[in-house]
């Protein structure tokens, strides 16, 4: 038998104050008996009911507590409170087992530290080296050749 955490005995009473009070009066003896083992068993071995979609597999606790088409009805309706209080209880047990993921440490970006008068080289060394004599596109006029005072019929005609 697993070693119980200090709650468990507290939870194993109120499971079994919860099946005196809520299932004795509605289940079968036979009934009553099992699915009232069937819970504190699960207490004891700290798991989970079967699950379907999240929520207590019926059919399987059904098949499992050998409970009868009434009981099972009976058990649907009051014992779906118990089997939730488990599955919160024992995944809150799990979560307080598992170590605390430790703190994610800040990193620091470094800067690099070079000599005094050292230019570094670029990565890309393939690049065309800037044109100092050259005037760049955007510096020169568009119509360099065509004086202001031009009109169009003359600008036509000097360019034949």
Request: proline share 11%; with cysteine; net charge positive.
């Amino acid at each position: 038998m697993p070693r119980l955490s200090p709650s468990a005995p507290i939870f194993h009473r109120k499971i079994e104050t919860f099946c005196d009070v809520r299932l004795a009066p509605i289940l079968p003896k036979a009934d009553y008996e099992n699915l009232r083992s069937y819970m504190l068993d699960l207490v004891v071995r700290q798991a989970l009911p079967p699950l379907h979609g999240g929520r207590p597999n019926w059919k399987e606790i059904g098949s499992t507590c050998l409970l009868t088409g009434e009981g099972l009805k009976a058990a649907r309706r009051e014992g779906r409170h118990a089997f939730e209080a488990i599955m919160r209880w024992v995944n809150a047990a799990t979560k307080a087992k598992e170590p605390p993921a430790p703190a994610p440490t800040p990193v620091v970006a470094k800067s690099i530290i070079r000599p005094v008068g050292v230019h570094t080289m670029s990565a890309n060394n393939n690049r065309r080296a800037p044109e100092t004599t050259q005037a760049t596109r955007m510096q020169k006029p568009m119509m360099a050749s065509v004086k202001p005072s031009q009109t169009l019929v003359q600008k036509k005609a000097a360019s034949r």
